[in-house]
């Protein structure tokens, strides 16, 4: 039970920084939907990127400052190789 309501906030978290980057990264984007699916594999890349660089993240706003900064990079490499 405790492992499902983990999986719940790791969506959550993740649904609201994939919205959050959309909105910091203006510009054609994949729509509300599209963003937030592109948010929660951001969260896993910032979950990376954040253990590579030393960084660790507490609690729920680090947790979703962690996520939106792997959507945001997400976001920005789909847009480049979209464009491409």
């Known amino acids: 039970m405790d492992s499902l309501r983990s999986v719940i906030w790791f969506l959550l978290i993740g649904g609201i920084a994939g919205f959050l980057a959309g909105k910091i990264m203006r510009g054609h984007g994949y729509g509300v939907v599209g963003d937030i699916l592109l948010g929660i594999f951001g969260a ?35 847009r480049r190789f979209h464009a491409a």
Do not use: D, E, K, R
Request: proline share 0%; glycine share 18%.
């Open 44 to 78: 896993v890349i910032g979950g990376f990127l954040f253990a590579l660089l030393g960084l660790a993240s507490v609690g729920l706003i680090g947790s979703l400052v962690t996520a939106t900064v792997g959507a945001m990079v997400v976001l920005w490499l789909a």
